[in-house]
C-alpha cells in the first residue's frame, strides 16, 4: 500500500475582507478600536471572538485529500478558486484558520519564477542565492549548478549581472534551478509559461522527468493540456471547496464540460446563486445586429444580450443596477457591461420584464465566454449567478479588413490608426 | 536524468510537517533556524554582495561612516565643546564607542525594516521568518569589523597598546549583538503590522544615542544615575568597549543591569515575533 505524502484534513482558510486587521494597520487603529473595546466592555484576547463582525472571505473551505508518495496531482479550477492559497497553505507560507495538513518528507515550493533573484548579482551566484531560498542546501547546488547552467542555456552569462540577461534568460534560469531541487514533495505554481515556446516544452519534459522520479508533485496550472499529459490525476478546487478529485483525463473533462453544463441549465432552476432573491433572472437571450435569436456571435458583431427578470413583489422597481462580466475559458473577467459605468439609469421597472445589453462592434476575440450576472435592486444584491450563459464568438470583421491578429496576440480587439511623422 | 533523493516512495521515517492554526514549540523553532542557517548566511552574504555595488568607493563607505562621525563628534564636542573624555584623545576615545554604536544603529534600522523589505520572499517561499532580521545583524557585523580594522590603526597612530582586557570584548560585542537583535526582533514584526514604526526607528536611534555615553563620558553622571544608566544595553557595551580598548574605568554592576536588560528584550522579542510570525505572509 503507498504511503501519503500529503493528507489534509478540512483545512480552511478565511481571509479578512474588511476589520480590524484588514491592511496596513496603524497604531492608531489599534488604539482605538482597544479603547472601543474596552468601553463596550467586550473581552479583548483570542482570536475568532469577533469573527462574525467581520467580513471573510473563504479562499479554502473543508479541503480534505491525500495524494499518495510518486503520484503527481494537477490542481485545476478558474482564478480565484483557492488553488494558489492551498499550494501556500502546504508549503507553509500562510497558516490555514481551520483543519490540519501533513506533508511527508522535505517540501520544496515553486509558486514564483525568480522569487529572491538579485539584479545586481551574477547568473551563478543567483543560483546560490535562489537555491538557498527554496531550500537546497549548498552542496546540491554545487554537485548540480553546471547542470542548471546547461538546462537554462545560459552558459556563456554565468558571471553576468541578472539584470544584463534578457526576461527570456531570466525566466529560464529561475524555472532551472527550481527544476533541479531535490525535495521530496514539490510544489509548483503555473510556471511552465515561461520563455518561449522552444524552452515551455523543454520545461513540460522535464516535468515529466520529475514526475517520473518518484518525487510528489502538485502542480497548478491553467493549460488543462499540461495538466493532462503530466498527472495521474488531479483535483479540481471551486470556490475554496474541492469539488472533484479522480483520474486526470476525467476531472478535467468534468471540468470542462461544467461550464458548458451550467450554462445549458434553464436560468430559473439555478441554485448556485447569490442575493437576497427578490428579484431574479430568469433567462438570458442573445440577438445578433439584425434583431435575430443567436447562441453565438462574430468578432465585430453587434450583440444584444436580453436579461428576462422577474421580481416576487407586484410593486416597481425604483432603482436598478445590473452588470454583465465576461469570462472567458482561462476564468478571467475580459470586461464589464454595467449600466452604472455608462451613467444608463434604470428607474421605475416593472416587476417583471427584460433588460437589453447593446455590444456595439463586440471586441472579443474568438472563443467561449462565460456570464456573470448580477442585479441590484434599490442598493441591495438582489440576484448574482456566474456562469449564467455561454456565447461562442467566432472569427469575423472587426477591422474591415478581413483580418484578425493571431489568437496567441490578441484577447481583445482594439480600433487603433496609424500614421507617420516627421 | 534525476537522482539523488526522493526516487520511489518516501520513506516513512521522513520528517513530517503540519500544518494547522496555532503555534508550535520554541525548541521546534529554533531546530527550524539552525537547518535553514545556509539561507541566513546566504542572505547575509548577498547584502555585503550587493550593498556597495555600483558606488565609486565601494566597501570604502563601511569605514567613512565611522570615521567621519568620529571627525565631526571631535571637531564639535571634543575641540568646541570640550567634553572631558577620560583623560584619553577625544578621537580614539569617541571611535571606540562609536564601533559598537554604528553597529548597533544599522543592525537596528536595516533589522526592522527587514521583513517588510523582503515582502516578496515573505509571501512567496517558507522560512523561519526571524532569519530576515538575523541577516541584518549578521551583516552590521561585517561592517563592523572592517571599522575595527581602522581602529587598530588608530591605536597605532596615538600610540596605544592593547592590554590584556581586549580579550573580552567579544563579550561586549554580543551585548550589542543580543541589543541590536532584541530590538530589531521586535521592531521588525511591529512593523509588519504597524507601518508607524518605520518613522519610529530613525527617531528612537536618534533618542537612543544621546541615552548612551557615546559623546559624553559616563563619569558625567552623578553616582546613582551611573548606576541606572546601565539599563540602556547600550551603555554597557560602549563603556566595555572603552574599558577593553582604551583602559577607561572598569564598567561595574552597571554591566548586571545592562546583560539583564539586554536578555529580556532579546527573549521577549524572541516570544513577541513568534505570536505574529505566521500572519506575516497575509498582512506584509
Redesign the interface.
Known sequence: M??D?IRTER?AKA?RLRGP?RG?????E?LSSAVGRALKGRPSGEIGRDRRDRQELWALRDVSFSV???DVVGLIGRNGAGKSTLL????????????????????G?L??VG??F?P??SGG?NV??NG????M??R?IKRRFDEIIAFAEVERFVDTPVKHYSSGMHMRLAFSVAAHL????LLVDEVLAVGDLAFQTKCVGKMG??S?????VVFVSHSLAAVSSLCRSAFWLDQGRLKLQGVASEVIGRYVSSVTDLAGQPLGERTDRSGDGSVRFKNVGFRNGRGERVGSACVGDDLSVELTYQSTGSETLERVSTSIVFVNHLGSPVFTCWNDLVQCELRDLAPRGNLVCRIPRLPLAPGSYALTLALVVGGRTADKIRDAAMIRIVEGDYFGSGKLPRPENACVMVDHQWSTES | MIEGVGTGAAPETATIYVRQPGRRGGLEDLKEIWAYRELLYFLTWREVKVRYKQTVLGAAWAIMQPLFTMAVFSLVFGRLARMPSDGIPYPIWSYAALLPWQFFTQALSSASGSLVGNANLIRKVYFPRAIAPASSVLFGLVDFSLAFVVLLAMMVYFGRRLTWEVVLLPLFLGLAVMTALGAGLWLSALTVRYRDFRFVVPFLNQLWLFATPVIYPSSLLPGPWRMLSGLNPMTGAVEGFRWCLLGTSRPGAMLVFSATVAVVLLGSGALYFRTVERSFADEV
Do not use: F, K, N, Q
Request: proline share 3%.
Open positions: 503507498a504511503i505524502a483545512l481571509y486587521a496596513y494597520r496603524t497604531v492608531r489599534a499518495a508518495a510518486g501556500r497553505v502546504l508549503a507553509g507560507i500562510v497558516a490555514p484558520t481551520e483543519g490540519r495538513a501533513e506533508i511527508r518528507g522535505r517540501i515550493s509558486l514564483e522569487t529572491g538579485h545586481e548579482l551566484e546560490y542565492m538557498a531560498i527554496l531550500g542546501p549548498r546540491t531535490e525535495t521530496e514533495v522527468d520529475l517520473r522520479s518518484g518525487r510528489t
